[in-house]
């Protein structure tokens, strides 16, 4: 039997999206092939720490604990860190512990902050460890919803109404800020921090006291934050993987039952209220499905991604399309469009996540062809 690749499953996370990642961890952990692979989790508190694999599969839910080797997990629990040196690739073991496991791939399964932004692909690529996902550019370009849409909009793809400004100049001048919002922009808005996702910190604000409050909010999670004018839309998904040649999965839809559900916030998404519900494939003609599918792909390459996104869309009631935003790593949880849409695709997540892995290598041996002197 040939041996099994060791992947370094990286969740939790500096982020206000810790709790999804642990959902999205949990359901990989799960679906993953363990006959293939052995799985060494490794998570990341709300604080930036690293916590060893017997400490970090405490986080998961018992039943997923129960499918983790007790050998691989190992009953050292001194804290681990990756280094940025090739020669060290993999975990390194800190204070008295006993030094170095060998990583073959990460499979970051983090979302948002520190995790989905570049800062961790980064360090990985720093290490020399092959890891599923977009690279540092990709994730950093779609993680800040400010740079996402410039790129988009250099590749010729229709967007909304936005500008943005940095919580200096709010914090300078309020009224001044207001102004400009309600010049340019107008009501209802949308605000959001630039660089998050879940819904985490987006409001929508009809007027301009909610405009203030809803840019409070915002600004305790970014120095930058992104206005939009108000799409009223259906919201439509697509799931791409791949390296130079992505594929396109059937895309998916949000159907709100509820009039409560005033839009996809952070409870909507993750609390199953039966508000809303995630059709696959999405209600509208085959010739619309084609369109997002070549809209999808041309958003990922728009950001150079790489691995695996998921491209979500506003379809207007008039028929048009826009697209609101890239997610590079998009949740992987039980209730997650991404698994289900390839789901309907016809693809299990389990062969995604095989194909994952595979795009992670090919990525890396792509990379390694690079001379690195001259
Ligand atoms: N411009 C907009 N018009 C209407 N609804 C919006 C707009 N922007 C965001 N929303 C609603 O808020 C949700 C979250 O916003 P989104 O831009 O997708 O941020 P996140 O990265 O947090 O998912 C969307 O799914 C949608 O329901
Ligand atoms: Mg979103």
């Not at 999804?20 to 799960?30: D, L, N």
């Not at 508190?45 to 997990?73: C, F, N």
């Not at 996540?353 to 290598?361: G, Q």
Request: overall charge neutral; proline content about 5%.
């Amino acid at each position: 039997m040939p041996k099994k690749l060791r992947i370094g499953v990286i969740f939790g996370g500096r982020s206000g999206e810790h709790e999804v990642s642990v959902r999205s961890a949990g359901s990989v952990i799960e679906a993953i092939d363990k006959s293939k692979y052995e799985v060494v989790p490794v998570a990341i508190t709300k604080e930036g720490k690293w916590l060893a694999p017997a400490a970090a599969a405490e986080l998961l839910p018992a039943a997923t604990q129960r499918k983790l080797s007790a050998q691989t997990l190992g009953a050292d629990r001194h804290d681990v860190a990756i280094v940025g040196d090739p020669s060290r690739s993999g975990l390194t073991t800190l204070g008295d512990g006993s030094g170095q496991r060998g990583l073959d791939v990460v499979f970051p399964v983090l979302h948002g902050t520190y995790g989905e932004d570049g800062t961790l692909q980064g360090l990985l690529e720093m290490a020399s460890i092959p890891f599923v996902g977009c690279a540092t550019l990709a994730s950093a370009c779609g993680m800040d919803k400010v740079t996402m849409k410039a790129l988009f909009k250099e590749a010729g793809l229709p967007i909304c109404r936005h500008t943005f400004f940095l919580r200096s100049e709010w914090e300078d001048d309020r009224q001044k800020v207001l102004r400009r919002l309600k010049r340019e922009i107008g009501f209802p808005c949308f605000v959001k921090p630039a660089n998050l996702g879940s819904s985490v910190g987006v409001s929508k604000a009809p007027d301009s006291a909610s405009l203030a409050r809803a840019i409070d909010l915002a600004a305790r999670y970014d120095r930058k934050i992104i206005i939009e004018e108000m799409v009223d839309a259906r919201e439509i998904e697509c799931a791409v993987i791949g390296n130079d040649k992505p594929r396109a999965s059937l895309p998916g839809e949000y159907v709100i039952h509820e009039e409560s559900a005033r839009f996809l916030d952070y409870t909507e998404k993750y609390a199953s209220t039966g508000n809303v519900e995630f059709i696959v494939p999405a209600r509208i003609s085959k010739s619309l499905i084609k369109r997002i599918q070549k809209m999808a792909a041309i958003a990922y390459k728009s950001i150079d991604a790489s691995g695996l996104s998921r491209v979500d869309f506003f379809l207007q009631h008039n028929g048009e399309l826009l697209v609101n935003e890239i997610n590079t790593l998009p949740g992987l949880t039980d209730v997650s469009g991404f698994p289900k849409m390839w789901e309907a695709t016809g693809i299990p997540f389990a062969q995604i996540i095989d194909e994952l892995i595979e795009l992670a290598i090919e990525r890396h041996r792509e990379r390694a062809r690079n001379e690195t002197s001259i």
